[in-house]
């Protein structure tokens, strides 16, 4: 018996009357809730992720049952491990990551460039593992509030294989289901198009750049913009503003910036893979490790950055906790959406 009071690596079906009776609310989104739960007999905090009867929310817990075998072997250091299911509660069991997601953490905390870094390469190990499956697990969801953080500050992937490009689905049907979920920033241009082709390993790049760039700059990207605005500009080769990244930033940055812009280039197959990427994400978050005095007495010295000393690796920012809820934008981002694709 393991600590899940199950067969080790089983996908478990779970009652409701295996947890402890009180369940925290961790957030809520259009699709459903987030709780905070224990099993009864081993004491694991869990986290349950509940689908509501939307038929968004629906058809992806009905993909969820059909695949629950295949998703439990998925298993990494840099994926949120996936318990089970809890049909009673149309539900999903999942490992419990008590930092919350990183959206979350990117507006509550001032992350050092360090911690930065090694964020980028954690959520770039798990993409390359997910990628790296026969055939490759597509997440197509990826965002800020699908990485997750744990006890000590650790990232990984949440939420991969539950959206599907369904046969017969043309790109149109795909991506208003993508932007009735609030991700119209993540989706790339080539989703914009009409066509019936499959999204491919290049739509999770394309995101992955994106959320470097809210790792770098710890902003929302398009704020206050419409989702027509975001679609026409996105299309058009617009991208958000590199200048947001702080000048006060150490000389390996312009390094990951120039990941971050091959990530989201136009043409998808100038985007690179995650295999290639994670050795570059891996050299410069190791580099980043080093203080930087014995760093500049080891590189070329006339580059000298003049960013802060790194003192702690986050910094609590006097904000208030802002919940992962729909944006304004996001509420109006089906209806807009359809419209235009119409
Ligand atoms: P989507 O449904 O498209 O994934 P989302 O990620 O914004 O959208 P949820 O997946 O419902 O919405 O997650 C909402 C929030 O719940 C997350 O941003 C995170 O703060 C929290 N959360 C989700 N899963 C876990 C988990 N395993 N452990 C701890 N908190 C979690
Ligand atoms: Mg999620």
Redo the contacts with the bound molecule.
């Keep these: 018996m393991d600590c899940l009071d199950g067969s080790p690596g089983e996908f478990r079906n779970f009652e409701k009357g295996d947890f402890e009776a009180d369940w925290i609310k961790?957030?809520?989104?259009?699709?459903?809730?987030?709780y905070?739960v224990k099993l009864k007999l081993s004491q694991l905090q869990c986290?349950v992720?509940s689908f509501d009867t939307t038929q968004c929310a629906k058809n992806v817990y009905r993909r969820l049952i059909e695949e629950a075998s295949s998703i439990a072997k998925v298993k990494s250091k840099y994926i949120?491990t996936i318990h089970g299911l809890c049909r009673e509660a149309t539900a999903m069991v999942?490992?419990?990551?008590?930092n919350?997601?990183l959206?979350?953490l990117l507006a509550s905390h001032t992350l050092m460039w360090p911690k930065k870094f090694q964020m980028i390469h954690e959520a770039s190990m798990g993409m390359n593992f997910l990628h790296s499956m026969k055939p490759p697990l597509l997440h197509l969801?990826l965002?800020t509030?699908?990485i997750?953080v744990d006890d000590y500050l650790h990232v990984k992937i949440?939420?991969f294989g539950?959206i599907h490009w369904e046969e017969g689905m043309n790109k149109k049907l795909f991506t208003e289901s993508l932007a009735a979920?609030?991700?119209i920033s993540y989706i790339p241009p080539e989703s914009f198009t009409q066509g019936s082709d499959p999204p491919g390993t290049a739509f999770d790049v394309y995101s992955f750049g994106i959320v470097i760039w809210e790792i770098l700059t710890q902003q929302k990207p398009h704020t206050g913009c419409s989702v027509t605005t975001v679609l026409l500009q996105v299309s058009q080769g617009k991208r958000p503003s590199v200048e947001l990244i702080s000048e006060q930033r150490p000389p390996e940055c312009d390094q990951m910036i120039h990941i971050m812009k091959q990530c989201w280039e136009q043409d998808h197959r100038k985007r690179p893979q995650f295999s290639d990427m994670v050795k570059e994400t891996e050299a410069l978050s190791e580099v980043l490790k080093i203080p930087e005095p014995i760093r500049m007495s080891n590189s070329d010295s006339s580059q000298k950055s003049g960013y802060p000393r790194q003192l702690s690796l986050i910094h609590k920012i006097a904000l208030p906790e802002l919940p992962?809820l729909?944006s304004a934008d996001d509420q109006h981002a089906e209806d807009e959406i359809l419209s235009l694709l119409s």
Excluded at 94 to 98: D, G, I, L, T, W
């Design positions: 961790v957030a809520e989104s259009r699709f459903g809730q987030v905070q986290a992720k949120v999942m490992e419990y990551m008590s919350g997601s959206n979350n969801n965002k509030s699908n997750l949440a939420d539950l979920r609030g991700n992962d729909p």
